[in-house]
């Protein structure tokens, strides 16, 4: 079985990365990356946790993604973190991206959560993304 989830978030990236805005947002880098950039001050967007559904039919091989992309914001710049997570939503919301291996039929942002981490301080937004995939192969 291929999985749909690095074809999503490679997907993700591009759409990410071909914005004019978000990039300018997220200090020229626009990820969202695997694991916090080395040495990069916030903010910066990151892959969070995803839970892969089946949604196979007799129509064949399907999935559900529930995902986040987490932003971390510097203390005190909550405000930063919302705005660049505004300008995500809106290029993922009902985004029609091309999947190696897949068909996109459905992305959407399913919720907002902001809060800090308790460690860093560092103030969080947290995109809850939710993604149905269809296999392409036979």
Do not use: K
Not at 63 to 71: K, N, P
Not at 101 to 108: C, D, Q, T
Request: charged fraction near 20%; charge should be negative.
């Amino acid at each position: 079985m291929t999985l749909p989830l690095l074809p999503l978030r490679a997907a993700i990236r591009a759409a990410c990365a071909a914005d004019s805005v978000l990039p300018g947002l997220l200090g020229g880098e626009p990820g969202p990356f695997d694991e916090p950039p080395r040495g990069a001050p916030p903010l910066y967007a990151v892959f969070g946790d995803a839970v892969l559904h089946d949604r196979s039919s007799s129509g064949g091989v399907g999935h559900e993604q529930d995902m986040s992309i987490v932003l971390h914001a510097r203390p005190g710049s909550a405000a930063s973190a919302l705005t660049a997570a505004d300008r995500l939503a809106a290029i993922l919301d009902d985004g029609a991206f091309a999947l190696v291996g897949h068909h996109l039929v459905r992305l959407s942002v399913a919720r907002l959560d902001l809060d800090r981490d308790p460690e860093t301080r560092l103030a969080r937004t947290t995109l809850r993304l939710v993604a149905v995939t269809e296999s392409l192969a036979p």
